[in-house]
């Protein structure tokens, strides 16, 4: 049973920094790619950032390039989520899963960017 576990969220003021991790079980992590998302209130979720399955390649909406940093750990079934630089914009529960998106998504992370 694919199982997604986000942890790291929190409340910062513009301009901090906070790191998620993302723990998968119930698949072949390394071989799949990995992705961030995430849904603000209202709104569609978003695709964030996404890492091949060595880890070798990546890519980022437009939103947070050069902000954002995605990263990953096949040994231990983690993908990570660097943010710097927060903006109150980026204010929404993050996701991970793995790429193409699957049915299953686990509980998210709360990010909260407020003065």
């Known amino acids: 049973q694919v199982q997604l576990v986000e942890s790291g969220g929190g409340l910062v003021q513009p301009g901090e920094s906070l790191r998620l991790s993302c723990t998968a079980s119930?698949?072949?992590?390394?071989?799949?790619?990995m992705t961030w998302s995430r849904q603000a209130p209202g709104k569609e979720r978003e695709l964030v950032a996404l890492?091949?399955?060595?880890?070798?390649?990546?890519n980022y909406a437009d939103s947070v390039k050069g902000r954002f940093a995605i990263s990953r750990d096949n040994a231990k079934n983690t993908v990570y989520l660097q943010m710097n630089s927060l903006k109150p914009e980026d204010t929404a529960v993050y996701y991970c899963?793995?790429?193409?998106?699957?049915?299953?998504w686990g509980q998210g992370t709360q990010v909260t960017v407020s003065s």
């Open positions: 899963n793995r790429w193409p998106w699957g049915t299953l």
């Open positions: 119930g698949f072949t992590f390394s071989a799949f790619a």
């Open positions: 890492i091949t399955r060595e880890g070798s390649g990546t």
